[in-house]
């Protein structure tokens, strides 16, 4: 089981910077890929940006250019910059890390951090 504490959420207005951390109870010594996904009222779980153990990087499509996802020395906590914030970024933001296994994938879940963009 791997324990995820986030912290960074906030208000912040249009074109505002945020930076969201994320500390894990693990390392990418035995974790496959970290990152966050976002939630707004009424939509799904999307992914935001992850990266993997390999260092490599996906961000979803409405980020790109604007967030940047990377991880300390450490292995065990990776970082979220983002800039030029926009409204429709308001959401609940969690912490993900993902195991994959060769029976099945496993996900674990931070408890959420809100962060709200008025415009």
């Known amino acids: 089981q791997v324990q995820l504490v986030e912290s960074g959420g906030g208000l912040v207005q249009a074109g505002g910077s945020l930076t969201l951390s994320c500390i894990a109870s693990e390392d990418f010594s035995s974790i496959n890929a970290m990152g966050w996904y976002r939630q707004a009222p009424g939509n799904r779980r999307e992914l935001v940006a992850r990266?993997?153990?390999?260092?490599?990087?996906e961000y979803g499509d409405s980020v790109k250019g604007r967030f940047t996802i990377s991880r300390n020395s450490a292995g065990n906590t990776v970082y979220l910059q983002m800039n030029n914030l926009k409204p429709e970024d308001t959401a609940v933001y969690y912490c993900?890390?993902?195991?994959?296994?060769?029976?099945?994938?496993?996900?674990?879940w931070g408890q959420g951090t809100q962060v709200t963009v008025s415009s």
């Open positions: 990266i993997f153990r390999d260092s490599s990087i």
């Open positions: 993900n890390a993902a195991k994959f296994r060769l029976a099945e994938d496993f996900d674990f």
